[in-house]
């Protein structure tokens, strides 16, 4: 298959500007196939043109744009790419660049997994929560029936280019929205680097490449040693259980939370739950609790019954029983943790105004 040559020199997490990186060499690779480019409204508007007028190859790319927001990562927009994808004539030996955040990578992920029973893709992402989380591990998903990723698969993309340059486009809200996750992969992993995150006071001012790229690496550690989630993967989901939950019980109400926002305060509650649970210190708990509250507005719903609906979706579950994450200390992490309603019920009253 043509693209072999080149995904073999290729590591498959590319650092630095896309005109320093392989990435030209990877577009040769693929001179006589059909590039398409994914982006969302927002991409569109602030990232496509460096594409488009910086590489020669993608002068005449098929352009697929997405409307912008987690609200859009469903069944529905699949099937707008894969008719437009079909329409184009695309095959099994083309390529699929994806251009945006999360919500981007995870639909164009899935679209290119699948489509003729998948052919290459290439993720670009240009927000904070892209590079840290959703374009690393080779996890593909959209959404169903308003529960978060419940269509996915697993499937590498042939490479990912993080160029921070990107970045300059975010707004705030972007920036705090990505920090989530490196917090968390801090604090399931690396102590160190939690003490390091908790120093930053102004995000985009202060947020270093290096730290950035140490976060990332703790999740590529893990999913190296655990691709399918089988084991020790499922530590990357502390927050998830509930953050998920809350970010799909807003998702389409006047106050949507976006998802590190969700995965956030999910992290609180989950550290709330480890302190009764796995002995987390009242002392790191606070740690934790200070510094979710100065980054992120508390934004939860008095309805513990709604909350614990979405959460039996949960893929992490097992037994009936909904699972969680908890934090025996910082920088360690358990899984599998069995939650009973009861008891999440209690965690929730403590945050409730």
């Known amino acids: 298959m043509h693209m072999a040559s080149f995904s073999e020199q290729l590591s498959p997490l590319e650092w630095g500007p896309l005109s320093n990186a392989r990435f030209i060499d990877l577009l040769a690779q693929f001179s006589n196939s059909k590039i398409a480019i994914l982006v969302d409204e927002n991409t569109h508007d602030h990232c496509l043109e460096y594409l488009i007028t910086g590489f020669e190859a993608l002068a005449t790319a098929e352009v697929i744009m997405l409307p912008a927001g987690e609200e859009n990562k469903v069944l529905e927009v699949c099937f707008q790419v894969w008719e437009t994808l079909t329409e184009a004539g695309f095959g099994r030996h083309d390529l699929l660049l994806n251009l945006g955040g999360g919500v981007v990578t995870d639909l164009?992920?899935?679209?290119?997994?699948?489509?003729?029973?998948?052919?290459?893709?290439?993720?670009?992402?240009?927000?904070?929560?892209?590079?840290?989380?959703a374009a690393v591990g080779g996890k593909t998903g959209i959404d169903l029936a308003?529960?978060?990723?419940?269509?996915?698969?697993?499937?590498?993309?042939?490479?990912t280019f993080v160029d921070t340059g990107f970045l300059q486009t975010l707004p705030d809200t972007e920036w705090r929205n990505g920090f989530a996750e490196l917090l968390k992969h801090a604090l399931i992993a690396d102590k160190t680097l939690w003490e390091a995150l908790t120093q930053i006071k102004n995000i985009p001012l202060e947020l270093r490449t290096e730290t950035i790229q140490q976060g990332v690496q703790i999740k590529v550690d893990i999913v190296a040693q655990d691709p399918t989630e089988q084991g020790l993967r499922k530590i990357l989901n502390?927050?998830?259980?509930?953050?998920?939950?809350?970010?799909?019980?807003?998702?389409?109400?006047?106050?949507?939370l976006a998802h590190g926002h969700a995965v956030a305060i999910g992290m609180l509650l989950e550290a709330q739950l480890s302190v009764d649970q796995a002995n987390l210190s009242q002392t790191e708990f606070e740690a934790i609790e200070k510094c979710i509250k100065q980054t992120y507005p508390i934004q939860i719903p008095n309805d513990a019954e709604g909350l614990w609906t979405l959460m039996q979706q949960d893929k992490k579950n097992a037994n009936g029983e909904v699972r969680i994450c908890l934090l025996p200390q910082i920088g360690s992490c358990l899984f599998d943790q069995k939650l009973t309603f009861t008891d999440f019920q209690h965690a929730l009253q403590d945050f409730i105004a």
């Open 238 to 256: 502390f927050g998830h259980t509930i953050g998920h939950a809350l970010e799909s019980y807003y998702l389409n109400s006047d106050t949507p």
């Open 108 to 133: 164009g992920g899935f679209v290119a997994s699948v489509y003729k029973r998948g052919f290459a893709f290439v993720h670009i992402p240009t927000s904070l929560l892209g590079m840290v989380d």
């Open 146 to 159: 308003g529960y978060k990723n419940q269509l996915g698969t697993f499937q590498e993309p042939l490479a």
